[in-house]
């Protein structure tokens, strides 16, 4: 076997299809597009979720719900979370800054205060809001609340 001799395998190669490009080409007329109708025109694209002209399943389904455009989103901390996370990042003072500083909350969080456990140790607040309850037991283990905008 010499240089000029070798060849592809047989199968591997093959001549591409040139659509189009008259009726001797095989792929003449209508270019394997079918006849008529939006696929064959050129700059065709299916719109989304369309099913055929079946009723798309947004249409299907009944409506549901409200969003509330107003509502506000609260980082909640119970009472009870508070002991073990005062233990755990020695904090004495709860404040954006170093509820932020130990990863507990991001910077934009509003964060609130809920009456969920006992509190044992005296600590101060400075938080965006905080239920009665657990501010009757802040200030019945001498701690100190101040509600921050």
């Known amino acids: 076997m010499r240089l000029h001799e070798l060849r592809p395998a047989k199968g591997a190669t093959h001549k591409d299809k040139r ?3 008259g009726d001797g080409s095989g792929h003449g007329g209508t270019a394997g597009k ?7 025109r050129a700059g065709y694209k299916r719109k989304m979720a369309h099913e055929g002209g ?6 299907r389904l009944p409506k549901r719900g409200f969003k509330n455009p107003h ?3 609260y980082k909640v901390f119970n009472l009870g979370q508070i ?3 005062a233990e755990k990042y020695n904090i004495k003072e709860f404040s954006m800054e170093n509820l932020f500083i ?3 909350v991001n910077r934009t969080d509003k964060v609130k205060v809920l009456g969920n456990g006992e509190m044992k140790n005296k600590f101060t607040f400075k938080v965006n809001a905080v239920s009665d309850k657990a501010k009757l037991a802040i200030e019945a283990a001498g ?5 921050i905008k």
């Not at 079918?34 to 064959?40: A, F, V």
């Open 19 to 21: 659509v189009g490009r």
């Open 34 to 40: 079918g006849t008529k109708g939006g696929q064959s």
């Open 54 to 59: 079946q009723m798309p399943i947004q249409r």
């Open 71 to 73: 509502r506000v989103e």
């Open 83 to 85: 002991e073990q996370l």
């Open 102 to 104: 130990n990863g507990l």
């Open 143 to 147: 701690g100190t609340v101040e509600i």
